[in-house]
């Protein structure tokens, strides 16, 4: 059993609400007062009051009804994994993994599901629990986007093939929207989102439209996007994005 207590901050009468908002991305010192003189924010259930003291490592803050994350001893990453590096902070065999992309952050991270080795793009990594398991989990149904070069000319009718479903050796697969970017005869640009976390599922639908994949990017996860990140690169998710994560697994 574990004989951890629930952190505290250092002053035993809390810390400043303001001052949590804006150290947790919300906005300025000024910026997120007016948030709360205007009722919009919340803590455990009430309308916080401006120069209220609260726990961040154990109250329930939220803003316009989303949650906020104030708790700073969690933390959460984007890295757009470059292609040929396992979803892995370890390999046995010496194969290039996650964990020097990560190493300037003290927290443990572990990162939120798979992308194949070829596949590169958004990955998420974190060290809160609760969050990663929701975002893994098939009830939540997150949504995924990627970007594929595929082999020979796409139609767009494939759309509606690929939306009701194909079926793979593990079961029916659909996308839940597929856009043709660029289509020439000899290989087309697609995009694709789904919520499926199966392994290389696009990989094998497309390969089973006979379309096989040339080169695979996920651009999205969730609300996380990549953005301006180059392969290597990492940011931290705060403040409202990190918020909308949050609110679309129910926490």
Known sequence: MSTDTPRQPADPRGIRLQKVLAQAGLGSRRSTEELIDEGRVMVNGHVARLGERVNPYQDAISVDGMPVQVDDTKLTVVLYKPPGVLSAMTDDAGRPTLAPYVEKYPEHLVH?????????????????????????????????????????????????????????????????????????????IVEITLHSGRNRVIRRMMEEVHHPVMELVRMKFANIEAGHLKPGQVRVIRGTELSALMHMVGM
């Open 112 to 188: 939120v599901g798979r992308l194949d080795e070829d596949t590169e793009g958004v990955i998420l990594l974190s060290n809160d629990g609760e969050l990663t398991y929701r975002l893994t989990h098939p009830k939540y149904e997150i949504p995924k986007t990627y970007i594929a070069r595929v082999e020979g000319r796409v139609t767009r009718g494939l759309g509606a093939v690929l939306e009701k479903g194909v079926m793979l050796d593990d079961g029916l697969a659909r996308a839940d929207k597929f856009v043709v970017r660029e289509s020439q005869p000899k290989n087309s």
